[in-house]
């Protein structure tokens, strides 16, 4: 692997939004998860759940639903009362309707994906027909006092029910009444305590399903207005609740973090009675567990942690392979860091600010493993704040560290930064040009002479940046068939002679930099790019997918390398294949040609092209078992994967020069110690 | 209908209300475990292990005939589960007999009967930091497709779809830190029992993890739980010997209870004066005054008087040592806490409180030792005052201490006495082991090591020392009444000495490998009970001569730990010579699977009428399942039956001995063990002999001093006298030589009579 001076960076103090709602596309593979800042996320299942679109949250726009609807529209409505339609190829808020019953707590889409009906604060349920282009007011139902906190449709859309506090409602669409009324609330000792009912769903058979703040999971006869079934599963609230698609499993989220499953079973072998049995527990996250979801194969959850757990279900899984693995999700699957690399410094984005770094340094030398003494502190330069309520979209520094860019939905800054001695001036850039808004991804060149922005539809501009802190507008790629989607991923070349750009759909665009113009376009292979970069010295585009492959594209030739070829006859080792993390980022080391370094979340890789492949019976990650061997056995062992798994959660790596690394990581007790104290809970032995 | 089946392969069916056998079905193999079903009634299921395999065990279908007669072969079997475990819990029947599960270590098999499906599921093997996650148990719910299992680290797993091969699914109950024991579900199947080491019925309602009622403070960790058919009760059987019997509401109704198993007799068995209740280790940390005439705890006294924590692996404190005054008023106890480097002990004093009928705490000593205890004693004196009482402890520390009643001189102390260190004695830095005192009091005898040393009680002056190399000292006792110039030890190297304390010399001594040593308070007899080639034998002697004036060979399978004569209330008359020495006091013998047993005086004639009752009395153990008992009665019955049937013919004349009557006209399972009943019928036969009690004695004496020999060699002995005298003789060393003249001569004149009558058998 070789031995690198790695700075060990804990400095980034970044704490990820909790989970509010989570909404599985009907009959689609997408998730669709809000955070409690308005950050909309969607994930592909089909692309190994990798998260696809972003849509960065505003201050003004909490989100408490989630809904698709006809398919691939997706609306969200939240505190702010307003309904807001999302465009996912641009990435940000279409249009938003004022829901008009003040701040809206749930939304629920009829089977049909033709109406919406939200609970608002005011106790009215009203629904919105949904039109091309927008949504229309149709009308109010019953309204009664008491915020509806949750609400679901009867699967044939005649019927909703509404959850409130103390009390659960059945309304028939068609006349807008209330047709049952069953009080849920809980007596204790004489003592009458609020119940509130924070999830429901209305099963086919007319069974309603609520879930409230004393633990329980209630099943109703909502003709009869009986309880059926009764499961106490917490001591402390159950505050979600969703339901698979063929109406035989149910999965239920508690404020004590954990997730129970209950599964429609039949009592006797053969017979047609059947009843809902709790089944497995699961304790993945340590706060409220805010939002659940049933896809076909797996139980999503989502909690105030911010984690977001995929659970596969083992019984719908037809091998064990990548698709059986538990997946957690904490971090972005996309870069929040970026370093100007000559001058040493990191940036770090956050949701309204960013900072800039530098470094430390140290003159000790030392043995591997050990700690060297540092003879400067890293230094936090700068605070920059965005202005305004909307949240950042993306940020770069230059390689040489005098360029700053972020940008937001609406505006783009770029800045100039100077050094002068110990003290650091910022200075913006007046007059950027009018670019198409907002730019998904930044990318200065690597002489700092230009800045790329990723924009929509697939194009990229190009700025010139001029001495003393200006910019110009040079020229902007399109693809040439065009393309509705987002760029989000772009790499540059370090001659500055080719930009790569990965737009929504996934097409690889390669352009010329120097005559301007498009020059090829890589197969297109039918899963997500998490990361590309390209090679320094040979021009090879590396391009790693969601599903964990690795490919290799000769800009120059047009067409995939011998290696990249070899590789896929070979095809990677299975624990490679099965790593439920995507790879983040792609460098190089310029004095080692052959080596790739790639990391993802739980593991740094330096890729040897010049090794033989693993098979699947050697030892994937061996570095600790060949470090014991002597020289000679250990050239047999050695394969062209070097994995490091100490830096972990790792959100950034890369190359500093020939032997230095900078590895920046977030432990997860750190975040854990800025999320509010947890329900306590006995532990036996204690 | 009740069915029983036991190891020696045999089913048999019973009329529960009369007791009597109905059927015997002979299946051929050991039976482990007995299932029957309602639906099936002319088939059960039994565990057999299977033919060529150690270990491996399978469930087996057995057809019953109906053919008519006693004993029936049942010989149809049908092999449906391999591959189970031995132990009954692991197997149970699904509802209506549909399936039958199986648990085996990490494997659940399921068999669908009608669909002849076998489905198999496994946890997995990690081991947690909680223990692994084996199956110990298994209940099938009545009516539901459920399946309960038990795990070794505490968690219940309900099984549910389990006719699928992968759409399985279970959910998991978790209260007990330990392994689950057992499970029943009610008999509507809509709660569950669960129990295990913390001696907690745990009541899981709905299968939900949130609604769980508890029945605390058992006793003791419990082993198995059963439901009444009714649903009414339902019961526990806990490791210490006792049932508990529980309302449906989770109320404690009922205990069954005798004799406390305690996890390791450690006190010995001691005899309270006031009481005449034999005392011993009860629950932990509690000493048990059980009354032998009621089989009935009379209570139970907390010494430790802490919090016993149900938990393996934990070194809780627990008595080791208790000792009565003379009259009762005093109890002495040492509890200690078995650390390896350092123990923690506690020597405590208790005074007999007249107006609370309780003992009191009067001293409590910290680290009386510095290392354990190993005997305690009070100097026995009825008639004298408080101020002669002493009590001498001996330590693994290398010396006894002698403690003392002083005065309280703080006006403030609410008892006028409390107890303290007199004095400190060693010898040559040896570890003390035994202590006691003799009848009069005047003396002490400590056994070091290797050597006996006998000290004045007033002046604590070593009067003089005994020693019989090559053997550590075992067991020490003064002799009583008329013997009371002996002191006999036994040691570890398998001999008995007696020593005369006039002349501070050997008087006799004999190879025999001594466990217990018992003097009889009210006479001059001593008990000593040996272990060799494994049973245990029972000698009585007294000190001042070295024959056994009683032996009873093979007293019994197991180890006798320890044994003690309990006075009796009056002076039994006793008509049999042989067994005189028990008139006075009674010896009860407790095995080391804590079996507690007592010699009958009476004959055979006697106990034949009340049998039925006195076999619950002697047998107060019931360890052993009531029908294993009788299986084993019953077979051996029928095999003296033939043996006498030849007798009979013989000895037509004799027939009308009221004995042989009963003996063959009793019905066979209400019959004590054939060991009683054969020495009983044969003297029965033998009355017309006169010398009969001569030549009785004449046997055991020689067995005694053939103890190295076997059993046979007593038959050959009838025509090789002279050449086996000397043998033993050597074997015994020069000691023998200390044999008086007139003994030995005796002993070569009774070796030389006849013995054709024993041939006869």
Redesign the interface.
Known sequence: MGEFEVHRVRFFGLVPAGVRCLACQPRGGRLALARTDGAVEVYNFAANYFQEKVIPGHEARSVEALCWTAGDRLFGAGLGGDITEYDLARLCAAHSVDGGGGPIWSMAANGSGTLLAIGCEDGSVKLFQIVPGGIQFERNLDRRKGRILCLSWHPSGTHIAAGSIDVLRVFDVCSGQTVQRIMVNYTMQNAKRECIVWSIAFLSSGTVVTSDSF?RVQFWDWERGTLLES?????SAVLSLAVSEKEDSIIVGTSTGATYQF?L?????GSLEKRW?????FQHHTHDVRAVAHSSTALISGGLDAQLVIRPLM?KMQKKGYDAVLRKFIFPHRRLVSCARKARLLLFQFSQHLELWRLGSTDGTGKDGEVLPLRRMPEHLVQLKSKGPEHIYCSCVSPCGSWLAYSTASRFHLYRVRYEGNSVSVKKVPKVPKLLLPAYQLQFSSDSGSLFVASARGSVHVLQLLEPGGCKHLHTFRPPSGSPEAVYLLAVSADGHWLAAVGGDWAIHIYNLKCFKHHCTVPTYSCAVTALAIHPVSNNLVIAYSDQQLFEFSIPEKQYTAWSRMVQNCGLHKVWLERDSPITHITFNPKNPSHILLHDVYMFCVLDKSLPLPDNSALLMNQSTLKQLPETARQRQLHAFKICKKFQPLLFADLLDENCLVMVERPIMDIKTQLPLPIQKKK??T | QLYSSSLDGSIKLWDFMDGIPIKTFTVGSKLLALYALASSEDSVFVVIPKSGERDTFQLVSVKLTKAAGQDLEAKELSVVLDGVDASPKHIAFG?EG?YVASVKEVNLQVY?FKQKQLNRFSVSTMKTKSGNNHFTCIACHP???CIATGHADGKIR?W??F?HK???????LHWH?DTVMDLAFSVEGTSLLSGGVESVLVLWR??????KDFLPRLGSAIEYISMSSDGALCCTLHTDNRITIINSNLRFSKSIQGLIKSRGVKTGLVVDPRTKALVLNGEPGHLQFYCLQSDQQLFSLDIVQRQYIHQAGLNQADLVKVAFSAQGKWLATVEEREEVTDPELQLKLWFYDEETQSFKLNTRITMPHEDHITDMCFRDMDELEDDSLILVTAGRDCVFKVWVMVEDTDPEAQQSVSWSCDFVGSYHNYQATKCCFSEDGSLLAVSFEETVTVWDSVTWDLKCTFCYPPGKIRNICFGRLTCSKYLIGATDYGFLCCWNLLSCALEWSAHLNVLVLQPDPLSEHIAAVSWLSKESSLFVFKPNEPRPIYIQRNLCKEKIQLAVFVPRDEPETIGSEKYLWLRRSQLFFLTDTQELMTLSTKSLEERLTPSSKQLAVEESLPVTPFSLLLGKHRRQQSQEDVDLGKLLVRNKHEQDSPAVKELLHTPAHVLPSASFLCPIFINSLLISKENKSAEEVADEVEMESEKTEDDSDEERDVTETEQEDTSPMESLGEMTCKLPKSQEKELRKIRKMDYSWISAF
């Open positions: 633990g499961h106490t599963v917490s001591t599964q079973l039949p009592v006797k072998m049995v709790r089944t497995k527990p019984e036996f032995g | 509802r549909e669908f009516t539901e497709d309900l549910r779809n006719h992968k759409e399985y699914t279970f959910s998991t830190h709905n299968e939900s993890d949130c609604q």
